[in-house]
Each structure stands twice: as C-alpha cells, then as structure tokens.
C-alpha cells in the first residue's frame, strides 16, 4: 500500500473534516433531540405521570437498537462500498426519518419512527472518523478527529435552542430539513485514498464482520474498544437524560429542565473533546488522555450526588462538568479505528459507538431493576460502578495508538 495521508496542519481545515463535523452536528442534534422533547411528545400523545419515565425509557431503547442494527448495516457496508456511501445513505435515512417523527400520533408508530432513525444515525460519526484517520497523517489526526467530535456535539446546544423557539414536533421538522441541506455539502468530498487504494487489491476481505468474533486477540480488541466508552453514556443516558427525577430526589430547590441539562451536558463536551484532543497531542498518547477523564467522570459523579438541596443553576453546573468529563468520546472513537486495518476500520469505527450507545439498553434496564430494590440514587450508582469499573479494565488491556500507521491490513486465516 501507498497512500500518503497530508500531514499539514492545514489539511485539518479541509472539506472532508468539515463535511464529517457537521454531518456529525446534524447526527447529534436529532440523537439527544428525543431526550430533550420526550416530556412534551408524550404527553402530546395523551401519556402522564408515571408513564412518561417508562415509555420514555421504551422510546430511548427502540433507538438505541436502532443505532445497534445500523451500525453493522453501515459498518460491513463502509469497508465494502467506502466511506462516503455510507455518510450519504445515513444522513438521508435519518433525515427523512426526523421529518416522519414531527408527524407521529401514536406510541407505536413513534417507536418505529426512533428505531429508523437510530438505523441512520448509526453511520455518521463511525464514517466521518474513518475518513478524517484515513485522510490525515498520524501527527495531525488527533486534531482532525477533536474537530469532528466538538463541532458535532454542539449539534445538541442547538437542539435545547430550537426545542425552545419551537414545538416538538417543528424541531422534529428542522433536523430533517437541516440534514437534507447538508447533502448537497458532501458531493464534493473525496473518497479516502486508503480505501481507494485497497479497492484495487485483489483477494482482499472487506468489511468482514464475523472475523471480529473468530479471533480472540481481535475480539478482546473489540470488546475492549466498546467498554472504554460505556462510562460517558451512563451520564448521557441515566443521570442527564433523568434529570428532572434526579433533581427532585436529591432536593434541588427548584425545577430541572432535561432540556437544559442535555444543553449544559453536551456544551461540557465540546470543551472536553477540544481539551482531550488538544491533550491527546501534547502528551503524544491516547490512552493516558481517556484515563484522566474517566478520573474526571468519578469525580463528577461524586459531586452530582453529593450536590444535596443545591439550586438548579448549581445542579446544571455539574452536569456541565459530567459533559466536560465524557468530552472523551472523540478519543475513544479514534482508539477504536486505529485498532484495525483498513479492510475492518470503518466496520469498527462504526460499530462501536453505536454498541456503546446501543449499551444503554442493558443500562436502563439495570437502573430499573436496581431502582425498584435499592432506590433512585444508589440504583443508578451501582450501574455508574459497574460501567467505570468495565472502563478501566478495558483501557489497560488496549494498545497506545497515538503514532500507529494506518495503512494495512487485517489477516484473516
């Protein structure tokens, strides 16, 4: 193999880098959207009390499983046709699908509804992180990612703006329309010259899905990659998602808006993937980085429930620091790349994220098993441990990456 990716810091600044960000904006203010308007919609739909938490929790499952099948689909199909089909067919899907959600008028055509749109947002960012590796030198990469990651979780600060200016069901409307407009950005985006180039090969396997599972070493690679990841959707998925029912039982002096708290939450992790990027590239490592912000984690999730009768401006501070915290997630998701060839890095890169959202399924159901027995707060610290405690056993087990070429092959027997 070849190709040369640019080493310029300049390349970092290029259409394929932007096209990624902001696909990935479009992707992140339609994914944490439903967490925002799940209160109105419902009870739109004629639901109260506590219903709103269970189909809530129902609606968040049908998308996160959405997400889990999409990301195979698109993953075999990004090592197997290339990058740019899948960050195409994923923004369409998803699109058209926000635009079907506006109209929704009963339960279970909203939870088919999520469970589409989960399929498409499953092939943004996987794509988008892919392509940026492939395009980028080693030295200049780590940037290329942290803007990816920054500019699309921003996506959410906007989805808390517009959630407020409109009602549910016209924010629904203007993600669709949004992610329509951003198609015609990505015809002038090249294909990575890595995966042009392993396309002329011939014999080699693509996109091959099972050979993650036939290999230890490679699957414990895989496993690991996924674990590293769990801790930022814990936050994302019990303690902001839920944080209106936190609030109430820690005593917060007055009301918590899941809006507000999704808005500060993904507002912390644009300055914590700028930061984690900007650190991943002075201490030269990727695994050092994703340790201090798990570090970070635990001491946010020690002050949220530490916080006691505090005032919301107070409680949506720390959610701030949770999102400053999980600002990893750019990290985790280059790690995950560079832990595989190019004949399996989009499969990887795609699937990953995708099963460490799709992994806030068993979470929510361990928080409602473990609430029912041992309350509210101490249900959703026992998963919190659970999920830390995976993290960390699976960043020892994982390579550094930080100066690993990209340019070869996985070797399937």
Request: net charge positive.
């Amino acid at each position: 193999m070849t190709h040369k990716p640019v080493s310029s810091l300049s390349a970092v600044l290029s259409l394929p880098v932007i096209v990624a960000a902001l696909g990935y904006f479009v992707d992140i203010y339609d994914l944490v959207l439903f967490s925002i308007v799940r209160v109105p919609s419902l009870k739109a739909l004629g639901l109260s009390g506590q219903e709103l938490i269970d189909n809530g929790v129902f609606l968040l499952n049908m998308q996160m499983a959405g997400m889990l099948v999409g990301g195979i689909i698109w993953g075999v199909l990004g090592d197997r046709k290339g990058r740019l089909k899948i960050m195409f067919g994923s923004i369409f899907l998803y699109s058209v699908a926000n635009i079907a959600n506006g109209m929704v008028s009963s339960l279970t055509t909203y939870a088919a509804l999520r469970f589409i749109a989960g399929i498409g947002l499953a092939g943004e960012l996987g794509a988008g992180i892919t392509l940026v590796s492939e395009v980028l030198h080693t030295s200049v990469r780590g940037y290329g990612t942290m803007l990816v990651a920054s500019v699309g979780v921003s996506g959410a600060i906007l989805a808390n703006i517009v959630a407020k200016a409109y009602d549910w069901r016209n924010a629904f409307f203007i993600g669709g329309a949004l992610g329509l407009v951003l198609l015609i950005a990505r015809i002038s985006v090249a294909e990575s010259g890595m995966f042009r180039a392993m396309e002329e090969r011939a014999g080699v396997s693509r996109g091959n899905m099972l050979a993650l599972f036939t290999d230890r070493k490679r699957f414990l690679r895989y496993l690991n990659s996924i674990l590293i990841g769990v801790p930022i959707w814990f936050v994302v998925g019990i303690l902001i998602t839920f944080s209106p029912e936190f609030a109430r039982a820690l005593g917060t002096t007055g009301p918590v808006s899941a809006g507000n708290a999704v808005m500060y939450c993904y507002l912390g992790l644009v300055f914590g993937d700028l930061s984690s990027g900007l650190l991943s590239q002075a201490l030269k490592s990727r695994k050092k980085v994703v340790f201090i912000y798990m570090l970070l984690t635990i001491l946010g999730i020690a002050v949220y429930f530490l916080q006691g009768s505090g005032s919301p401006a107070f409680f949506y501070s720390v959610c701030l620091a949770l999102g400053f915290a999980g600002g990893y997630w750019a990290i985790f998701v280059t790690v995950a790349a560079e832990q595989f060839g190019t004949n399996l890095r989009a499969t990887v890169a795609t699937t990953v994220p995708n099963f460490v959202r799709g992994m806030v399924v068993p979470i929510t159901l361990l928080f409602q098993f473990f609430r029912r027995s041992l309350g509210l707060e101490a249900g959703a610290l026992a998963v919190g441990a659970i999920c830390l405690a995976a993290g960390f056993l699976a960043l020892a087990s994982l390579e550094e990456t930080f100066h690993k070429d990209l340019d070869y092959f996985e070797e399937f027997l």
